[in-house]
Nanobody
Framework: QVQLVESGGGLVQAGDSLRLSCAAS????????MAWFRRAPGKERDIVAA????????NYADFVKGRFTISRDNGNNTVYLQMNSLKPEDTAVYYC????????????????WGQGTQVTVSS
């Protein structure tokens, strides 16, 4: 069982940066693949980035490549999403999620979800 709590969202201007954090409970955090998803108003929840249990492998959605960076600190049970060069279309609720499977891009593979944190980017 893993409980996830996101933080770090807020209102920023286009071009600004923001770092999201996701604190996880449970002693087995380091064994989980972690990912960030987002859901924009009126849209489905899309995966943004994923990171393997040891942090050695990462994947990014095309729409954030070169701008966002996912990382993790297994010693502190935390996963991060550094977001640079933010655009108004990045406005969404951002969720972190954990999967007991290997690095996966499938939303259905993620078993545990946080409550989400709102990111709003003004133009």
């Amino acid at each position: 069982q893993v409980q996830l709590v996101e933080s770090g969202g807020g209102l920023v201007q286009a071009g600004d940066s923001l770092r999201l954090s996701c604190a996880a409970s449970g002693r087995t955090f380091s064994s989980y693949t972690m990912a960030w998803f987002r859901r924009a108003p009126g849209k489905e929840r899309d995966i943004v980035a994923a990171i393997s249990w040891n942090g050695y492998s990462t994947n990014y959605a095309d729409f954030v490549k070169g701008r966002f960076t996912i990382s993790r600190d297994n010693g502190n049970n935390t996963v991060y999403l550094q977001m640079n060069s933010l655009k108004p279309e990045d406005t969404a609720v951002y969720y972190c999620a954990a999967s007991a499977r290997g690095l996966t891009w499938s939303r259905s593979a993620y078993d545990y979800w946080g409550q989400g944190t709102q990111v709003t980017v003004s133009s």
